[in-house]
Protein backbone atom coordinates (compact mmCIF):
# COMPACT_ATOMS: atom_id res chain seq x y z
CA UNK A 1 0.00 0.00 0.00
CA UNK A 2 1.60 3.56 -0.92
CA UNK A 3 0.13 5.01 2.09
CA UNK A 4 1.67 3.03 4.12
CA UNK A 5 5.49 2.73 2.68
CA UNK A 6 5.29 6.00 2.29
CA UNK A 7 4.37 6.51 6.12
CA UNK A 8 7.16 3.83 7.31
CA UNK A 9 9.74 5.90 5.09
CA UNK A 10 8.79 9.21 7.06
CA UNK A 11 9.20 7.19 10.57
CA UNK A 12 12.92 6.41 9.27
CA UNK A 13 13.87 9.62 7.42
CA UNK A 14 15.56 12.66 8.85
CA UNK A 15 13.70 15.82 9.32
CA UNK A 16 14.23 18.99 7.76
CA UNK A 17 13.76 20.10 11.52
CA UNK A 18 15.53 18.50 14.52
CA UNK A 19 12.91 19.80 16.99
CA UNK A 20 10.64 17.09 15.16
CA UNK A 21 13.24 14.24 15.41
CA UNK A 22 13.56 14.65 19.11
CA UNK A 23 10.08 15.05 19.50
CA UNK A 24 9.59 11.62 18.10
CA UNK A 25 11.82 9.81 19.45
CA UNK A 26 11.04 11.53 22.61
CA UNK A 27 7.43 10.04 21.70
CA UNK A 28 8.75 6.60 21.08
CA UNK A 29 10.26 6.57 24.18
CA UNK A 30 7.42 7.60 26.40
CA UNK A 31 5.42 5.00 24.46
CA UNK A 32 8.58 2.07 25.03
CA UNK A 33 9.01 3.08 29.17
CA UNK A 34 5.39 3.39 29.67
CA UNK A 35 5.04 -0.51 28.01
CA UNK A 36 8.19 -1.54 29.79
CA UNK A 37 7.20 -0.75 32.79
CA UNK A 38 3.76 -2.50 32.03
CA UNK A 39 5.36 -5.91 31.40
CA UNK A 40 7.89 -5.49 34.70
CA UNK A 41 4.72 -5.14 37.31
CA UNK A 42 2.78 -7.36 35.60
CA UNK A 43 5.10 -10.06 36.17
CA UNK A 44 6.17 -9.31 39.53
CA UNK A 45 2.62 -9.83 39.85
CA UNK A 46 2.98 -13.16 38.44
CA UNK A 47 6.10 -14.04 41.01
CA UNK A 48 4.26 -13.26 43.93
CA UNK A 49 1.16 -15.21 42.91
CA UNK A 50 3.78 -18.39 41.96
CA UNK A 51 5.11 -17.76 45.98
CA UNK A 52 1.71 -17.26 47.30
CA UNK A 53 1.12 -20.28 46.05
CA UNK A 54 3.97 -22.51 46.63
CA UNK A 55 3.61 -21.80 50.29
CA UNK A 56 -0.20 -22.84 50.37
CA UNK A 57 0.86 -25.77 48.62
CA UNK A 58 2.57 -27.01 51.87
CA UNK A 59 -0.68 -27.01 53.02
CA UNK A 60 -3.10 -27.49 50.71
CA UNK A 61 -3.61 -31.25 49.34
CA UNK A 62 -4.28 -31.78 45.88
CA UNK A 63 -7.65 -31.86 45.71
CA UNK A 64 -10.27 -31.16 48.87
CA UNK A 65 -13.54 -32.40 48.45
CA UNK A 66 -16.55 -31.14 50.83
CA UNK A 67 -19.91 -31.11 50.97
CA UNK A 68 -22.04 -29.08 48.66
CA UNK A 69 -25.29 -29.14 50.86
CA UNK A 70 -24.27 -27.99 53.91
CA UNK A 71 -21.23 -28.19 56.61
CA UNK A 72 -20.21 -31.67 57.24
CA UNK A 73 -19.70 -35.48 55.27
CA UNK A 74 -22.00 -37.14 56.92
CA UNK A 75 -19.58 -40.22 56.51
CA UNK A 76 -16.41 -39.43 56.37
CA UNK A 77 -14.58 -42.69 56.95
CA UNK A 78 -15.91 -44.24 54.35
CA UNK A 79 -15.57 -40.90 51.52
CA UNK A 80 -11.84 -41.27 52.59
CA UNK A 81 -11.76 -44.33 51.80
CA UNK A 82 -13.76 -45.11 48.55
CA UNK A 83 -11.88 -42.34 47.21
CA UNK A 84 -8.46 -43.56 47.76
CA UNK A 85 -9.94 -46.97 45.71
CA UNK A 86 -9.95 -44.36 42.92
CA UNK A 87 -7.14 -44.78 40.42
CA UNK A 88 -4.85 -41.96 40.45
CA UNK A 89 -5.58 -41.44 44.35
CA UNK A 90 -2.20 -42.01 46.32
CA UNK A 91 -4.02 -41.19 49.93
CA UNK A 92 -7.22 -39.85 51.20
CA UNK A 93 -8.02 -39.05 54.65
CA UNK A 94 -10.98 -37.14 56.27
CA UNK A 95 -10.63 -33.92 58.20
CA UNK A 96 -12.19 -31.26 60.27
CA UNK A 97 -11.54 -27.80 60.59
CA UNK A 98 -12.99 -25.25 63.12
CA UNK A 99 -13.19 -22.08 65.18
CA UNK A 100 -12.50 -22.57 68.79
CA UNK A 101 -10.62 -20.72 71.43
CA UNK A 102 -7.20 -22.25 72.74
CA UNK A 103 -5.98 -21.35 76.54
CA UNK A 104 -2.85 -21.20 78.26
CA UNK A 105 -2.69 -20.21 81.46
CA UNK A 106 -3.50 -16.33 81.71
CA UNK A 107 -3.33 -16.06 78.00
CA UNK A 108 -6.03 -16.94 75.28
CA UNK A 109 -6.93 -16.54 71.89
CA UNK A 110 -9.41 -17.64 69.51
CA UNK A 111 -7.65 -20.12 66.56
CA UNK A 112 -8.93 -22.01 63.96
CA UNK A 113 -7.93 -25.78 64.65
CA UNK A 114 -7.25 -28.63 61.93
CA UNK A 115 -8.34 -31.89 63.18
CA UNK A 116 -6.67 -34.15 60.83
CA UNK A 117 -6.22 -38.33 60.71
CA UNK A 118 -2.93 -40.60 60.90
CA UNK A 119 -2.25 -40.57 57.83
CA UNK A 120 -1.71 -36.79 57.73
CA UNK A 121 1.82 -37.32 56.41
CA UNK A 122 0.94 -38.85 53.43
CA UNK A 123 -1.39 -35.79 52.07
CA UNK A 124 1.21 -32.90 52.77
CA UNK A 125 4.91 -32.48 53.45
CA UNK A 126 3.54 -31.12 57.29
CA UNK A 127 7.09 -32.01 58.45
CA UNK A 128 8.33 -29.31 56.36
CA UNK A 129 6.17 -26.12 57.67
CA UNK A 130 7.40 -27.23 61.40
CA UNK A 131 10.26 -24.73 62.28
CA UNK A 132 10.73 -25.51 66.44
CA UNK A 133 10.09 -29.12 67.89
CA UNK A 134 8.57 -32.03 65.86
CA UNK A 135 4.83 -33.26 63.88
CA UNK A 136 3.43 -36.24 66.24
CA UNK A 137 0.15 -36.93 67.22
CA UNK A 138 0.51 -38.11 70.62
CA UNK A 139 3.16 -37.89 73.34
CA UNK A 140 2.77 -40.51 75.99
CA UNK A 141 -1.10 -41.51 75.12
CA UNK A 142 -1.49 -37.73 75.72
CA UNK A 143 -3.09 -36.15 72.52
CA UNK A 144 -0.56 -33.19 70.74
CA UNK A 145 -0.96 -29.97 68.95
CA UNK A 146 1.49 -27.71 66.56
CA UNK A 147 0.10 -24.50 66.32
CA UNK A 148 1.70 -21.74 64.27
CA UNK A 149 3.77 -19.11 65.06
CA UNK A 150 1.18 -16.15 65.77
CA UNK A 151 -0.60 -18.94 68.17
CA UNK A 152 2.88 -19.55 69.69
CA UNK A 153 3.88 -15.88 69.97
CA UNK A 154 0.61 -14.56 71.62
CA UNK A 155 0.09 -17.42 73.81
CA UNK A 156 3.99 -17.80 74.69
CA UNK A 157 3.40 -21.69 74.42
CA UNK A 158 6.43 -23.86 73.35
CA UNK A 159 6.86 -27.33 72.33
CA UNK A 160 7.83 -28.92 75.66
CA UNK A 161 5.88 -32.21 77.86
CA UNK A 162 5.40 -29.27 80.00
CA UNK A 163 3.76 -27.04 77.41
CA UNK A 164 0.10 -27.73 77.84
CA UNK A 165 -2.88 -25.93 76.49
CA UNK A 166 -6.62 -26.13 76.38
CA UNK A 167 -8.87 -25.46 73.37
CA UNK A 168 -12.55 -25.11 73.68
CA UNK A 169 -15.71 -24.94 71.25
CA UNK A 170 -19.40 -23.88 71.92
CA UNK A 171 -21.36 -27.40 72.89
CA UNK A 172 -22.99 -28.04 69.92
CA UNK A 173 -25.47 -30.72 71.77
CA UNK A 174 -27.79 -30.47 75.01
CA UNK A 175 -29.13 -27.86 77.36
CA UNK A 176 -27.08 -25.06 78.70
CA UNK A 177 -27.19 -24.10 82.62
CA UNK A 178 -26.93 -20.12 83.33
CA UNK A 179 -25.56 -21.17 86.58
CA UNK A 180 -22.97 -22.66 85.23
CA UNK A 181 -21.48 -20.58 82.05
CA UNK A 182 -17.83 -22.84 81.23
CA UNK A 183 -20.64 -26.74 80.78
CA UNK A 184 -21.84 -24.74 77.71
CA UNK A 185 -18.31 -25.19 76.07
CA UNK A 186 -16.73 -28.87 75.65
CA UNK A 187 -12.76 -28.74 76.13
CA UNK A 188 -9.59 -31.21 75.49
CA UNK A 189 -6.03 -31.04 77.27
CA UNK A 190 -3.65 -31.09 74.53
CA UNK A 191 0.34 -31.43 74.68
CA UNK A 192 2.44 -28.76 72.50
CA UNK A 193 5.04 -30.64 70.04
CA UNK A 194 5.51 -28.20 67.37
CA UNK A 195 5.37 -24.94 65.78
CA UNK A 196 4.45 -24.10 62.16
CA UNK A 197 5.00 -21.54 59.77
CA UNK A 198 5.01 -21.23 55.86
CA UNK A 199 5.17 -17.61 55.75
CA UNK A 200 1.47 -16.86 54.51
CA UNK A 201 -0.16 -14.32 57.02
CA UNK A 202 -3.69 -15.50 57.13
CA UNK A 203 -2.66 -19.14 58.18
CA UNK A 204 0.54 -18.19 60.91
CA UNK A 205 -1.83 -16.08 62.47
CA UNK A 206 -4.16 -18.80 64.70
CA UNK A 207 -4.17 -22.22 62.63
CA UNK A 208 -3.48 -24.85 65.05
CA UNK A 209 -3.80 -29.35 64.11
CA UNK A 210 -4.93 -31.65 66.37
CA UNK A 211 -5.81 -35.38 66.34
CA UNK A 212 -8.84 -36.03 64.22
CA UNK A 213 -10.26 -37.92 67.12
CA UNK A 214 -10.07 -35.10 69.75
CA UNK A 215 -11.35 -32.73 66.98
CA UNK A 216 -15.02 -34.98 66.58
CA UNK A 217 -14.99 -35.29 70.23
CA UNK A 218 -15.04 -31.63 70.42
CA UNK A 219 -17.70 -30.90 68.04
CA UNK A 220 -19.64 -34.33 69.34
CA UNK A 221 -19.11 -35.89 65.87
CA UNK A 222 -18.71 -39.64 65.24
CA UNK A 223 -17.81 -40.18 61.95
CA UNK A 224 -18.43 -36.57 60.25
CA UNK A 225 -15.62 -34.65 58.28
CA UNK A 226 -16.07 -31.48 56.85
CA UNK A 227 -13.18 -32.28 54.11
CA UNK A 228 -11.83 -35.17 52.63
CA UNK A 229 -8.23 -34.34 51.33
CA UNK A 230 -6.67 -35.92 48.75
CA UNK A 231 -3.09 -36.63 47.18
CA UNK A 232 -2.35 -37.42 43.80
CA UNK A 233 -0.28 -40.37 42.50
CA UNK A 234 2.85 -38.86 40.12
CA UNK A 235 1.36 -38.02 36.91
CA UNK A 236 -2.57 -38.39 37.04
CA UNK A 237 -4.94 -36.23 35.77
CA UNK A 238 -6.70 -33.82 38.44
CA UNK A 239 -9.70 -33.28 36.04
CA UNK A 240 -10.18 -36.96 35.81
CA UNK A 241 -9.53 -37.49 39.19
CA UNK A 242 -12.00 -35.29 40.25
CA UNK A 243 -14.73 -36.31 38.16
CA UNK A 244 -14.10 -40.02 39.54
CA UNK A 245 -14.62 -38.46 42.53
CA UNK A 246 -17.87 -36.85 41.60
CA UNK A 247 -19.31 -40.21 40.13
CA UNK A 248 -18.23 -42.46 42.88
CA UNK A 249 -19.79 -39.64 45.49
CA UNK A 250 -22.21 -38.17 43.65
CA UNK A 251 -23.79 -34.68 43.08
CA UNK A 252 -23.64 -34.46 47.03
CA UNK A 253 -20.24 -32.96 47.45
CA UNK A 254 -17.55 -30.60 45.38
CA UNK A 255 -14.04 -31.16 44.66
CA UNK A 256 -11.59 -28.27 44.61
CA UNK A 257 -8.25 -27.94 42.95
CA UNK A 258 -5.38 -26.27 45.30
CA UNK A 259 -6.13 -23.02 43.09
CA UNK A 260 -9.47 -23.16 44.33
CA UNK A 261 -9.17 -24.00 47.71
CA UNK A 262 -7.53 -20.33 47.88
CA UNK A 263 -9.95 -18.90 45.63
CA UNK A 264 -10.71 -15.69 47.54
CA UNK A 265 -6.81 -14.86 47.74
CA UNK A 266 -5.84 -15.84 44.15
CA UNK A 267 -8.89 -14.00 42.75
CA UNK A 268 -7.90 -10.80 44.85
CA UNK A 269 -4.49 -10.88 43.89
CA UNK A 270 -5.89 -11.19 39.79
CA UNK A 271 -7.89 -8.29 40.64
CA UNK A 272 -5.18 -6.14 42.16
CA UNK A 273 -3.07 -7.13 39.16
CA UNK A 274 -5.80 -6.02 36.66
CA UNK A 275 -6.86 -3.11 38.28
CA UNK A 276 -3.11 -1.93 38.34
CA UNK A 277 -2.68 -2.99 34.72
CA UNK A 278 -5.90 -0.99 33.73
CA UNK A 279 -3.83 2.16 35.42
CA UNK A 280 -0.35 2.12 33.31
CA UNK A 281 -2.77 1.81 30.78
CA UNK A 282 -3.87 5.93 31.21
CA UNK A 283 -0.04 6.40 31.67
CA UNK A 284 0.74 4.80 28.25
CA UNK A 285 -2.46 6.88 26.77
CA UNK A 286 -0.92 10.21 28.41
CA UNK A 287 2.59 8.86 27.34
CA UNK A 288 0.92 8.31 23.14
CA UNK A 289 -0.36 12.57 23.66
CA UNK A 290 3.48 13.15 22.47
CA UNK A 291 2.93 10.91 19.30
CA UNK A 292 -0.19 13.16 18.45
CA UNK A 293 1.76 16.76 19.08
CA UNK A 294 4.72 14.74 16.96
CA UNK A 295 2.24 14.12 14.06
CA UNK A 296 0.74 17.83 13.59
CA UNK A 297 4.42 18.69 13.55
CA UNK A 298 5.05 16.02 10.57
CA UNK A 299 1.83 17.70 9.00
CA UNK A 300 3.26 21.15 8.87
CA UNK A 301 6.27 19.82 7.63
CA UNK A 302 5.16 17.94 4.79
CA UNK A 303 3.00 20.37 3.87
CA UNK A 304 4.73 20.70 0.44
CA UNK A 305 4.81 16.92 0.12
CA UNK A 306 1.40 16.60 0.41
CA UNK A 307 0.76 19.49 -2.70
CA UNK A 308 3.51 17.49 -4.88
CA UNK A 309 1.26 14.36 -4.24
CA UNK A 310 -2.27 16.31 -5.02
CA UNK A 311 -0.90 17.06 -8.18
CA UNK A 312 -0.05 13.86 -9.03
CA UNK A 313 -3.48 12.86 -8.25
CA UNK A 314 -3.31 11.76 -4.89
CA UNK A 315 -6.86 11.46 -3.13
CA UNK A 316 -7.51 13.29 0.15
CA UNK A 317 -7.94 9.82 2.13
CA UNK A 318 -4.57 8.70 0.98
CA UNK A 319 -2.93 11.57 2.41
CA UNK A 320 -4.50 11.37 5.68
CA UNK A 321 -4.34 7.52 5.54
CA UNK A 322 -0.12 8.57 5.05
CA UNK A 323 -0.47 10.29 8.87
CA UNK A 324 -2.30 7.15 10.55
CA UNK A 325 0.00 4.83 9.28
CA UNK A 326 2.65 7.30 10.77
CA UNK A 327 0.68 7.58 14.46
CA UNK A 328 0.25 3.48 14.09
CA UNK A 329 3.78 2.49 13.81
CA UNK A 330 5.66 5.07 16.10
CA UNK A 331 3.37 3.74 18.72
CA UNK A 332 3.61 -0.06 17.59
CA UNK A 333 7.10 0.64 17.25
CA UNK A 334 7.67 2.03 20.82
CA UNK A 335 5.02 -0.57 22.49
CA UNK A 336 7.35 -3.76 21.14
CA UNK A 337 10.82 -2.04 22.01
CA UNK A 338 9.14 -1.43 25.66
CA UNK A 339 7.46 -5.12 25.93
CA UNK A 340 10.83 -6.61 24.41
CA UNK A 341 12.86 -4.60 26.86
CA UNK A 342 10.50 -5.49 29.92
CA UNK A 343 10.82 -8.96 28.57
CA UNK A 344 14.52 -9.00 28.68
CA UNK A 345 14.46 -6.88 32.38
CA UNK A 346 12.22 -9.85 33.61
CA UNK A 347 13.50 -12.83 32.52
CA UNK A 348 16.84 -11.77 33.61
CA UNK A 349 15.46 -11.01 37.27
CA UNK A 350 13.43 -14.14 37.21
CA UNK A 351 16.79 -16.33 36.37
CA UNK A 352 20.13 -14.22 37.92
CA UNK A 353 18.23 -11.85 40.95
CA UNK A 354 19.57 -8.70 40.29
CA UNK A 355 17.33 -6.82 42.65
CA UNK A 356 16.89 -7.88 46.33
CA UNK A 357 14.63 -7.71 48.94
CA UNK A 358 15.47 -5.65 51.99
CA UNK A 359 15.73 -7.11 55.08
CA UNK A 360 17.84 -9.53 56.99
CA UNK A 361 18.03 -11.97 54.48
CA UNK A 362 18.49 -14.66 57.51
CA UNK A 363 14.50 -13.98 57.91
CA UNK A 364 13.45 -13.60 54.48
CA UNK A 365 11.78 -16.43 52.35
CA UNK A 366 13.41 -15.43 49.40
CA UNK A 367 16.04 -12.73 49.25
CA UNK A 368 14.85 -11.16 45.56
CA UNK A 369 12.35 -10.03 44.23
CA UNK A 370 9.85 -12.94 42.60
CA UNK A 371 9.20 -12.81 38.45
CA UNK A 372 7.56 -14.67 36.29
CA UNK A 373 6.46 -13.76 32.85
CA UNK A 374 3.37 -15.28 30.61
CA UNK A 375 2.56 -15.60 27.56
CA UNK A 376 -1.12 -14.03 28.39
CA UNK A 377 0.61 -10.86 29.87
CA UNK A 378 2.62 -10.08 26.61
CA UNK A 379 -0.65 -10.72 24.59
CA UNK A 380 -2.64 -8.32 26.84
CA UNK A 381 -0.04 -5.55 26.71
CA UNK A 382 0.44 -5.59 23.05
CA UNK A 383 -3.54 -5.69 22.49
CA UNK A 384 -3.21 -2.68 24.80
CA UNK A 385 -1.13 -1.45 22.84
CA UNK A 386 -2.61 -1.88 19.47
CA UNK A 387 -5.74 -0.27 21.02
CA UNK A 388 -4.35 2.78 22.05
CA UNK A 389 -2.70 3.00 18.51
CA UNK A 390 -5.66 3.01 16.54
CA UNK A 391 -7.26 5.86 18.92
CA UNK A 392 -4.13 7.96 18.13
CA UNK A 393 -3.88 7.35 14.57
CA UNK A 394 -7.38 7.81 14.38
CA UNK A 395 -6.88 11.27 16.17
CA UNK A 396 -4.65 12.36 13.36
CA UNK A 397 -7.76 13.51 11.16
CA UNK A 398 -7.97 16.72 13.41
CA UNK A 399 -4.65 18.03 11.81
CA UNK A 400 -5.00 16.50 8.46
CA UNK A 401 -8.67 17.95 7.04
CA UNK A 402 -6.73 20.86 5.30
CA UNK A 403 -4.86 18.76 3.33
Known amino acids: MLAFRIALRYLFSKKSHNAVNVISAISLGGVAVASMAIMIVLSVFNGFTELSASHLSKVDPDLKVISAKGKTIADGDSAAEAIEAIGGVAAAMPSIEERGLIVAGNNQMPVVFKGVAENYRDIVAVDSIIIDGLYTETVDTVAATQIAVGVANRTGLRPSLLSVADVYVPRRQGRINPANPMAAFRGTQLIVTGVTQIDQSDIDNDRIIIPLDRARRLLDYNREATAIEVR ?76 TLRALGAAKSQLRSIFRFEGLLITIAGGTAGIIAGLLLSLAQQHFGFIKLNGDPSTLTISTYPVAVSPLDVLAVFGAILVIAMMTSSLTTIFTRKI
Not at 232 to 254: F, H, M, Q, R, Y
Not at 255 to 265: E, M
Open 232 to 307: LAPGASVTEVSKAITDALGDNVKVLTRSAQQGSAMKMIAIEKWVTFLMLCFILVIASFNIISTLSLLVIEKRDDMK
